[in-house]
């Protein structure tokens, strides 16, 4: 039977098969760096990893590869049920570029327990993929979350209205993209996330300006 690391390194071997230079390249252009890239699409790595299952030793042995092929991967096959509160602090201290953050916090970290708590600890953090991770988990809790309650996400929208003048790209674009899906779940979120969309769009902030009116474009 094969070891994790042999079957890390047959992995990696697959995933460097499956790259290419161009798609390296305009990846990097996107802005995802701070990792060494292979080149693989996203939806190659959806492919490997239901081959792979739910495997969750392999996933931690896969996020020690500095990659982000990697890193994806890891987070598709890691159990949620085995993910502690520790690793996902360690995994979002790992952060440096928005498209593993983001596909963390869909593949894994919504699935777990800590997904409301780390939603709300993690905006008021100042590291801007910590911040980033805390604000797409309540887009995302606002989509699969069916049965919370309207009040879970009001929270949210107090904290949208906090951080919405945040200068920084990475985070603004997690900032509108909450406001918009928590809009997006039912008419009394409609109606709340409306109003400050409304009320954002007036600001003297610039920031805040384009995520009311991407808000309002969105939801009206």
Known sequence: MSTVDERVANVVAQLKTWGTPEDAAGMARYGVSGLEIYG?????????????????????????????ETRILACMIADPHQADEALLEDWVREFNNWEVCDQCCMNLFE?????WEKAMAWSYREETFVKRAGFVLMA????SDKKAPDERFEVFLQRVREEAGDERPMV???????LRQIGKRNPTL????????EELAGSSNRNARR??????RDLS
């Open 172 to 178: 603004r674009k997690a900032v509108s993209w909450a």
């Open 211 to 216: 995520i009311g009116k991407e808000a309002l």
């Open 140 to 143: 995302r809790l606002a989509v």
């Open 111 to 115: 699935k777990t327990r800590w997904a």
């Open 40 to 68: 693989v699409r996203v939806p190659q790595l959806r492919k490997l990893a239901r081959q792979l299952k739910r495997d969750h030793a392999l996933a931690l042995a896969l996020w020690r590869v500095p990659a982000r």
């Open 190 to 197: 409609r109606k709340q996330a409306l109003a400050l969309a």
